[in-house]
């Protein structure tokens, strides 16, 4: 089982509001990514948890706070967004075997802020 | 700088005719290169991992190949259901800690299989 699932899978938000993605994995992994994608581009690391910890942050703006509540789980919490932060924003995890590790994807949740 | 290069952009395939795409790469050191299949809205659905110069993997009409300077996804007579931007990914060595590997994404090469 290679499965990461996110909800929502759609959500349009106002400028004003405050919002949360979240992603979910059960496949023992111990590395969540969060990913935003902009329409005909590669996707862009935004954050890296390792073991529960954030270990990286590609200079992301604060109005975006992630979350790994357990090392299962990982949220984005979203507010005062832009219009320019609509995207699709994808969740991956990952577990390193046998000194080699391979990123699984989620289905994304794409969001459009008014 | 660590970069990765596909070619071509977009590629128009008729029903069973074989192409391959192109994956170049720069890196420091290479850690692992990884092939996605992506729809549109959709998230990347992992194809294939190559880790050394040599290594070949297959599934079903796709066929992956690394260099040491590239890497080759062939497709074998192709079917519509083909169609997908394909994206390459590298992860390098010096990114490399433990479970925290980056990726570095090409930009995709947008596959259209005509019946």
């Known amino acids: 089982d290679t499965e990461v699932t996110q909800t929502p899978k759609h959500l349009v938000m106002g400028m004003t509001n405050k919002k949360s993605l979240k992603c979910e994995q059960h496949?023992?992994?111990?590395?969540m990514y969060w990913y935003k994608q902009k329409a005909k581009k590669p996707p862009e690391l935004m954050f890296v948890?390792?073991?529960?910890?954030?270990?990286i942050n590609e200079s992301v703006p604060s109005r975006f706070s992630p979350e790994c509540p357990n090392s299962s789980l990982l949220n984005l919490h979203l507010h005062a967004l832009q219009p320019e932060d609509s995207a699709l924003y994808l969740c991956?995890?990952?577990?390193?075997?046998?000194?080699?590790?391979?990123?699984?994807f989620g289905p994304g949740t794409r969001l459009l802020v008014l | 700088e660590d970069q990765v290069t596909q070619s071509p952009e977009a590629l128009r395939l008729q029903e069973g005719e074989s192409s391959s795409l192109n994956c170049s790469y720069t890196v420091s050191g290479l850690r692992g290169l990884f092939w996605y299949r992506q729809d549109p809205g959709k998230g990347p659905e992992f194809l294939f991992t190559?880790?050394?110069a040599g290594e070949e993997k297959e599934k079903e009409r796709l066929k992956a190949t690394l260099t040491k300077k590239e890497s080759f996804l062939h497709i074998t007579a192709p079917k519509p259901e083909d169609s997908a931007t394909y994206l390459c990914?590298?992860?390098?060595?010096?990114?490399?800690?433990?479970?925290?590997?980056?990726?570095?994404f090409g930009k995709g090469t947008k596959l259209s299989v005509k019946p």
């Open positions: 948890y390792s073991y529960e910890k954030l270990s």
């Open positions: 991956a995890s990952s577990k390193q075997t046998r000194g080699q590790e391979t990123q699984y």
């Open positions: 990914a590298v992860q390098a060595v010096k990114n490399y800690g433990g479970s925290q590997g980056n990726l570095i």
């Open positions: 496949m023992g992994h111990r590395a």
């Open positions: 190559l880790y050394s």
